[in-house]
């Protein structure tokens, strides 16, 4: 089969099932794709040919003896601030050079344990700090609908490579969106889950209380078989009862497609009653808010380093990492007094029911070259504030050819409600349009 890289997962167990290929096939086309085309989408940063090609050979025994796992023979790869065993562990520093991961992260384990085969670790904006994964340290890159253009971040090799058929599945990490905006720049699907769900050992941390580990693919079934994996079957869930939407974001700058793909969106869903959310404080300031609390936590994490081993820091992390630690105490303040309004503002709109419609983010992927939006984060920053689970859905194209998105925010624990409304947001959108490597 010459399409292998075009099956999810679902398609690949039945394709051994039905002995049609096996891992060791599957692997060694993926191996030769990433070979053909990731010198210029530069998703990988490290590719386990030897594990891989190893891990393939057992999975394939698991399958001729009846033991297959639910992931058998899938290939996945990691964002590499998520440790894989034997791997550089660098979390897109150069200051992390040298730093092998000396055990797998649990989600790791979780995916190897259910037959899953990694391919390798991802690039990603450095330090997580970041949404264009223009990483000066492991490369520039590059979205594959378009050459040039960004992928999104910090996640943006977990979207690149999963975009490009270079890998089934991914894995990411998302602080302030570092999942959804990747997967909507790259047009492909991102959750964030509740916090706790997925285990976060083995991740090395931007902010601890906004940090969750999501997986990255090309379709729901996919993203929900990956989430039954890393956190366990989801609960039955509630009945949605009432989307909520945002009251105003008119200053956001939003692009015609993505207020076209959201508006549609709406329309799917006009069985539910809606209920406006009005935030306290501007999108700007809740935005600020949230860098400021993340860049000083990992102001902390990174203690001495930071000045011990400067050179090994771009002028871009310096630059905000100093900027954070810079302010004053009545500054930390007042932005923790921010996130905490807008977490509680957002919790009583959406209460134990409710679903929030949104846009992914207010624009499509943009050229490296340019100066990225301030925006990028405007709507996937209320999910990890929140502490909410949260999905992203392409919606189409814009009318340069490049992927939009929109998003669902639902309660504490709410996967499934999220995964059964987005089913339905997806079919009306059919707004998946694989990149052109796929």
């Given at each position: 089969?010459?399409e292998?890289?075009?099956?999810?997962?679902?398609?690949?167990?039945?394709?051994?099932?039905?002995?049609?290929?096996t891992?060791?096939?599957?692997?060694?086309?993926?191996?030769?794709?990433?070979?053909?085309?990731?010198?210029?989408i530069?998703?990988?940063?490290?590719?386990?040919?030897?594990?891989?090609?190893?891990?393939?050979?057992?999975?394939?025994?698991?399958?001729?003896?009846?033991?297959?796992?639910?992931?058998?023979?899938?290939?996945?790869?990691?964002k590499?601030?998520?440790?894989?065993?034997?791997?550089?562990?660098?979390?897109?520093?150069?200051?992390?050079?040298?730093?092998?991961?000396?055990?797998?992260?649990?989600?790791v384990?979780?995916l190897?344990?259910?037959g899953?085969?990694?391919?390798?670790t991802?690039?990603?904006?450095?330090?997580?700090?970041?949404?264009?994964?223009?990483?000066?340290?492991?490369?520039?890159?590059?979205?594959?609908?378009?050459?040039?253009?960004?992928?999104?971040?910090?996640?943006?090799?977990?979207?690149?490579?999963?975009?490009?058929?270079?890998?089934?599945?991914?894995?990411?990490?998302?602080?302030?969106?570092?999942?959804?905006?990747?997967?909507?720049?790259?047009?492909?699907?991102?959750?964030?889950?509740?916090?706790?769900?997925?285990?976060?050992?083995?991740?090395?941390?931007?902010?601890?209380?906004?940090?969750?580990?999501?997986?990255?693919?090309?379709?729901?079934?996919d993203?929900?078989?990956?989430?039954?994996?890393?956190?366990?079957?989801?609960?039955?869930?509630?009945?949605?009862?009432?989307?909520?939407?945002l009251?105003?974001?008119?200053?956001?700058?939003?692009?015609?497609?993505?207020?076209?793909?959201?508006?549609?969106?709406?329309?799917?869903?006009?069985?539910?009653?809606?209920?406006?959310?009005?935030?306290?404080?501007?999108?700007?300031?809740?935005?600020?808010?949230g860098?400021?609390?993340?860049?000083?936590?990992?102001?902390?994490?990174?203690?001495a380093?930071?000045?011990?081993?400067?050179?090994?820091?771009?002028?871009e992390?310096?630059?905000?990492?100093?900027?954070a630690?810079?302010?004053?105490?009545?500054?930390?303040?007042?932005a923790?007094?921010?996130l905490?309004?807008?977490?509680?503002?957002?919790?009583?709109?959406?209460?134990?029911?409710?679903?929030?419609?949104?846009?992914?983010?207010?624009?499509?992927?943009?050229?490296?070259?340019?100066?990225?939006?301030?925006t990028?984060?405007?709507?996937?920053?209320?999910?990890?504030i929140?502490?909410?689970?949260a999905?992203?859905?392409?919606?189409?194209?814009?009318?340069?050819?490049?992927?939009?998105?929109?998003?669902?925010?639902?309660?504490?624990?709410?996967?499934?409600?999220?995964?059964?409304?987005?089913?339905?947001?997806?079919?009306?959108?059919?707004?998946?349009?694989?990149?052109?490597?796929?």
């Amino acid at each position: 089969m010459s399409e292998l890289h075009r099956l999810g997962i679902a398609g690949l167990r039945a394709a051994y099932a039905a002995g049609e290929t096996t891992p060791a096939a599957v692997v060694a086309h993926y191996l030769a794709r990433i070979d053909a085309h990731d010198g210029a989408i530069r998703s990988y940063v490290e590719v386990d040919r030897d594990g891989a090609v190893a891990a393939a050979v057992e999975s394939g025994k698991r399958i001729v003896e009846g033991r297959a796992g639910s992931l058998e023979g899938v290939p996945v790869a990691v964002k590499s601030n998520i440790a894989v065993k034997g791997l550089e562990w660098n979390a897109g520093m150069a200051v992390r050079r040298g730093i092998i991961a000396a055990e797998d992260a649990e989600v790791v384990a979780r995916l190897r344990a259910a037959g899953a085969i990694i391919l390798g670790t991802l690039n990603m904006h450095e330090a997580a700090l970041g949404a264009t994964t223009d990483n000066p340290w492991f490369g520039q890159t590059i979205n594959p609908h378009r050459e040039g253009h960004t992928p999104g971040g910090s996640s943006g090799g977990s979207g690149a490579a999963v975009s490009a058929g270079l890998c089934v599945a991914s894995l990411g990490t998302d602080t302030l969106g570092s999942v959804r905006i990747p997967a909507a720049y790259n047009g492909v699907y991102g959750i964030k889950p509740t916090p706790g769900a997925i285990s976060d050992k083995g991740l090395v941390p931007l902010s601890e209380w906004l940090d969750s580990i999501g997986p990255i693919a090309r379709s729901i079934d996919d993203l929900e078989s990956l989430m039954a994996v890393l956190g366990g079957p989801a609960d039955a869930g509630i009945t949605p009862k009432r989307l909520v939407l945002l009251d105003n974001f008119d200053d956001l700058g939003c692009e015609a497609a993505v207020l076209a793909a959201y508006e549609h969106a709406g329309a799917l869903v006009d069985d539910l009653p809606r209920r406006s959310l009005k935030l306290v404080d501007s999108a700007a300031d809740v935005r600020f808010a949230g860098f400021v609390v993340a860049a000083r936590e990992l102001v902390a994490h990174m203690g001495a380093v930071r000045t011990e081993a400067a050179d090994r820091l771009s002028d871009e992390l310096r630059f905000m990492l100093d900027y954070a630690d810079s302010r004053s105490d009545a500054d930390v303040t007042r932005a923790q007094q921010i996130l905490a309004r807008t977490r509680m503002t957002v919790r009583d709109a959406i209460g134990d029911d409710g679903i929030l419609l949104m846009p992914t983010a207010p624009q499509a992927a943009f050229r490296h070259n340019s100066r990225p939006p301030v925006t990028q984060s405007a709507f996937t920053a209320f999910a990890n504030i929140a502490g909410l689970p949260a999905i992203s859905i392409p919606a189409g194209l814009n009318a340069d050819g490049m992927p939009v998105a929109v998003q669902l925010v639902g309660p504490p624990h709410g996967e499934a409600a999220l995964f059964a409304l987005a089913r339905k947001l997806d079919a009306g959108l059919a707004g998946f349009v694989p990149s052109p490597l796929i």
